[in-house]
């Protein structure tokens, strides 16, 4: 095994993608982070340390996901000191972890890269509906189809502080129903606007004049996604696009 190792005042960036399914669902976003700690301690990763009394491994999460969502894309990026390939890393990682957190990237970043947490602007989510609590409606897709038409869908968003009046139309990106039935929805997500398909769906409910129960979905995150823009010389942006987070990085061979 070739180790690709840094000068001692260096470090290199490393992104790393992973699943939270089954019942690590309802494992809280501390207890990830932890649970992160000592698996990279197992999997005999390099990771650095930062300094001082109390040194800590040097982590930063992508927009953490709720308790009792499933994922198919979550993201948690690293520091470390010398590194494995992408393969062995990854390898390394899942034959130290338990069933429902599964990596499946491991991608050098640029020294210069932002973090994570920084990037998120949009995810995409998959959502069913449990049998039990289907709306009130002879034709759903057609019902939702009517729903997203609308030019503007104003709900009430609350946060610890604050109550306020929020257009979730220009934060819902794309969203269908597919042939299964479930809805896919590509959400604005990140610190600026935070867009949850719950309230989406709470919405719907509501447009069709139901009340929504707080037990009718199974949600699950299928990727995340930053915001890659592109400039001519003249600095004028000439491309966005929505790219996931891990093809911000390059593989290690």
């Keep these: 095994m070739?180790?690709?190792?840094?000068?001692?005042?260096?470090?290199?960036?490393?992104r790393i993608k992973f699943t939270k399914t089954g019942s690590i669902r309802y494992i809280?976003?501390?207890?990830?982070?932890r649970y992160f700690q000592k698996l990279n301690r197992r999997a005999n990763i390099d990771v650095k340390y930062s300094a001082g009394f109390s040194p800590h491994q040097i982590m930063s999460f992508a927009a953490p996901l709720g308790v009792g969502l499933e994922s198919l894309g979550e993201y948690v990026d690293i520091e470390v000191n010398s590194t494995m390939?992408?393969?062995?890393?990854?390898?390394a990682l899942n034959a130290a972890s338990v069933d429902g957190i599964q990596v499946t990237g491991y991608v050098k970043l640029e020294d210069t890269a932002a973090n994570a947490m920084s990037l998120v602007a949009a995810a995409d989510y998959?959502?069913?509906?449990k049998d039990n609590y289907l709306p009130n409606t002879n034709d759903i897709?057609?019902?939702f189809n009517e729903f997203l038409a609308q030019k503007s869908i104003v709900v009430e968003k609350a946060s610890k502080k604050s109550v306020r009046e929020v257009d979730l139309r220009p934060l819902?990106?794309?969203?269908y129903i597919d042939e299964n039935g479930d809805f896919f929805m590509k959400l604005s997500t990140g610190s600026v606007e935070n867009l949850k398909p719950e309230l989406v769906m709470e919405a719907f409910y509501k447009h069709l004049g139901c009340e929504m129960s707080e037990f009718a979905l199974n949600i699950c995150r299928l990727e995340v996604y930053g915001l890659n823009i592109e400039k001519d010389s003249n600095g004028e942006i000439i491309k966005e696009e929505f790219i996931p987070l891990e093809k911000f990085g390059e593989i290690i061979e």
Excluded: F, P, Q, W
Excluded at 2 to 14: G, P, T
Excluded at 85 to 91: H, V
Excluded at 126 to 129: A, M, T
């Design 172 to 175: 819902i990106y794309d969203a």
């Design 85 to 91: 390939s992408s393969k062995e890393a990854i390898d």
């Design 126 to 129: 998959k959502v069913s509906i």
């Design 2 to 14: 070739e180790l690709l190792c840094l000068r001692e005042e260096s470090a290199l960036k490393i």
């Design 28 to 33: 809280g976003h501390l207890d990830v982070m």
């Design 141 to 143: 897709k057609a019902a």
